[in-house]
C-alpha cells in the first residue's frame, strides 16, 4: 500500500458539477470534515502503555541476527513523538511530516518506512486530506495538506503488556458524558456518505472501500427491489 502523506497526487479528486478538480493524492478527503468521528480521545495514561507494547512487540518479534524487529528503531521514535502531540482530549493528530521529521531527527524516508510499519501492525493509522488554494483565477483549486493520524493499541501488541491493572469505577457524570458523546458520534455518521463515514472507520485502507462497495451494492438492490414493487402495484 503506498504511503503518500505530503505533495500534488497522480490521481483526480472529482469535482462538481462534472467539472475535473485539481489533483489530489487518492482517497483524500477535505479537511475538516470527517475529523470529529475519525479521531478518539486518549488518555495520559495510556502513554507509557503504548509505547511499552510497541517495545516489547518489537523485541518479541525480532529474529535472532536480525536488526530490527516488525517495527525497528525508527518506528518507535516516530511513535513515541505521536503520543506527545496527540490531544488528549480530542485525539487531534495531524503532524506534518516536515515536523516528524524534525523532532525524530530522521531523514523522509526512514520516517515514512516507520508510519508504513506502524501502520501494517496496527500501531496508527491515518486519512489523507486536502484543503483549497484560495486561488480565484489560474492555479491549483486544492492542494494536500498533512494526514489525520489515530492511534491504536493492536491485540498482539497489548497481550504482551501482561495483566493490566483494573481501572477504577467511572463516576456517573462521566459516564453519562460518555453516553451523550457516543449519541452524537452515532447522529454525525448518520449525516454523511457512506464513502466518508467508512473512511472516519476504518481509515483510507481497502477495508472502508470495500463496506463503501458493499453499502452501495445494497443500496442499488433496494431500489430495483422498491421499482418493482411499484411496478406490480400499478399494473394491479
Known sequence: MELVLEGFALGVEPGRGGRPAEPVRRHSRPQGRFEGMFWRPFKPKDVARYLTAAERF???GKKPGDRNGPLGTVAIEVLRELLRLVDYKTGRLEPALLTIMARTKRSKDAVVTALKALRRHGFVDWIRR????????AGPQVQQTSNAYRLALPPAAERLLGR???DAPIPDDHAHAMVARKAEWQAQLAGVDPEERNAALFGSGPLASAFSRMERAVEQRNERESARQSESRHES
Open 58 to 60: 518489537e523485541r518479541a
Open 130 to 137: 486536502y484543503i483549497p488554494t484560495g486561488n480565484l483565477g
Open 164 to 166: 493490566a491493572v483494573e
